[in-house]
């Protein structure tokens, strides 16, 4: 529901998404994002010839179909592997003006790209998540952003609404 709310958030907003088409928030969030005419970037862990997971091929062609692209800094014919996708995620935080984190555990893909974020000084937006459910595994790295200072808490549409307009203010969205 929440990585839905980011896409349409940054559909309205007319600022791309950028992602790396992976199951589950990186999925909800491009989806919501070109469903409303919002444009996304998706960042491949392989060639250019081949969608992985094959699942997120509709959702592909709905990127470009919706003037978004998919960027790969592999070769057609490279297969997807496990170090490629740590190596996205320095693609995908590089390419961002800000990195807004919905899910993640306390290591991870989202916590490799946080920390590439870090090193780009990029700013970092954190779901928070409500403390009755803060501990499954899957969401306790928000809490350790949070805690730690790593990232700015927000809620949903009206936090990052707020906080996109302070970039824009800032210079830091032109």
Known sequence: EKARE???CLAEQN???ISGLAVGCDFESQFSCVENNGTSIGI???GLDT???LSSSPLADKIISNSGCLLS???IGTPPRVS???ERNRI???LSKAVIVIETGEEGGSMETVKHATKQKRPIFCLS???AICNAESNKGNSVLIREKIATPIQGHQDLVKFIAELKRGGQLS
Do not use: F, R
């Open 15 to 17: 600022i791309p998404l």
């Open 92 to 94: 995908q935080s590089g």
């Open 84 to 86: 490629n996708y740590v």
């Open 51 to 53: 969608i992985a997971p």
């Open 44 to 46: 491949l862990a392989h």
């Open 129 to 131: 998540i409500p403390e």
């Open 73 to 75: 800094e592999y070769p």
């Open 6 to 8: 980011i896409g349409l």
